[in-house]
């Protein structure tokens, strides 16, 4: 469960770039919730994800995760709860180590590996499984260092060091954006089916709105940084992208831009 309770944040208040990120933010998930998350560039969708990873401390609000307060539980404390996949393909994984060892620090939760971990045969094989089902090949290549691998190789490795150990939420910020629509949509895949299969509470921004209709229970719109669509169930099921512009607009009271990006595919 996640609960983001009437949270704000101003970045350099009270100076000529104040910028009100959040003005009162409202959202509750319950457990196995899969919300997709959408809103013009600005809308606050990237500090909604920090305010919850705990990035930075909000100026009002309260953020649940489970039956842990987090508010004001600092980042490294609170990403015991949280696995994140950001856009940047190099951001997750360690690029001078192994899969396998990428995969192995993962398991401990960021804890540095013993020397002779690798001989350790239940995690090989653990290992191996996991990447069988990429379906990406990499599975042949448990010893590779990670930068060599492709973006979309990365970000599917990064999505399997985010669900090793069962976050309570899995936190994914347009994690499919940089790479190619064909990678991008096997990454997609693997997360949906990670997400149903482990019942993880997820939020997924994605600019892609036909993405946002097709994976997921819920759907949140934002807009100057508060969340104001929230579908769920069967009405997310009927929705259309047409629907959703003509709720875009109404919701936002004519004034919400929608950029070019978010009405491709
Ligand atoms: N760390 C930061 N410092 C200053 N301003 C920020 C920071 N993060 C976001 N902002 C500002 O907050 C607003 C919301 O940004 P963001 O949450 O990244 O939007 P979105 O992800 O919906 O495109 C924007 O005006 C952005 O410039
Ligand atoms: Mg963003």
Same mark, same amino acid.
């Given at each position: ?12 208040? !009270? ?45 009002? !609000?309260?953020?649940?995760? !489970? ?63 996991? +990447? ?12 590779? @260092? ?12 990064? +999505? ?58 819920? +759907? ?17 099921? @009927? ?23 978010? +009405?491709?595919?």
């Amino acid at each position: 469960m996640l609960l983001v309770e009437n949270v704000y944040k101003t970045f350099f208040p !009270g100076s000529p770039n104040e910028k009100k990120a959040l003005q009162g933010v409202s959202l509750r998930l319950e457990d196995g919730d899969f919300a997709t998350v959408i809103g013009s560039n600005g809308a606050g969708k990237s500090t909604l994800l920090n305010a919850v990873a705990g990035v930075f401390p909000v100026d009002r !609000g309260r953020i649940v995760i !489970g039956d842990t307060d987090v508010t004001r539980m600092p980042e490294h404390l609170r990403a015991r709860f949280i696995g994140r996949v950001f856009q940047d393909p190099m951001m997750g994984t360690a690029a001078g180590m192994q899969i396998a060892e990428n995969l192995a620090m993962a398991m401990r939760r960021g804890k540095r590996l013993g020397l002779r971990w690798s001989e350790n045969a239940a995690e090989y094989r653990k290992f191996r499984e996991l +990447l069988v089902q990429l379906d990406l090949g990499l599975e042949e290549r448990l010893y590779s @260092k990670v930068g060599l691998l492709s973006g979309g190789q990365r970000q599917a490795v990064t +999505l399997l060091m985010a669900t090793i150990r069962r976050p309570e939420l899995l936190l994914l910020d347009e994690h499919t954006a940089a790479l190619d629509p064909k990678t991008a949509e096997k990454v997609l895949a693997i997360t949906d089916r990670f997400v149903r299969e482990g019942h993880l509470t997820t939020l997924m921004i994605t600019h892609n709105m036909r993405d946002a209709l097709r994976f997921g229970n819920r +759907l949140i719109m934002m807009h100057n940084g508060r969340a104001i669509v929230d579908v769920r169930g069967e009405e997310k099921k @009927k929705l259309q992208v047409a629907d959703l512009l003509a709720l875009f607009e109404k919701a936002s009271g004519g004034e919400a831009d929608i950029p070019d990006n978010m +009405l491709l595919g």
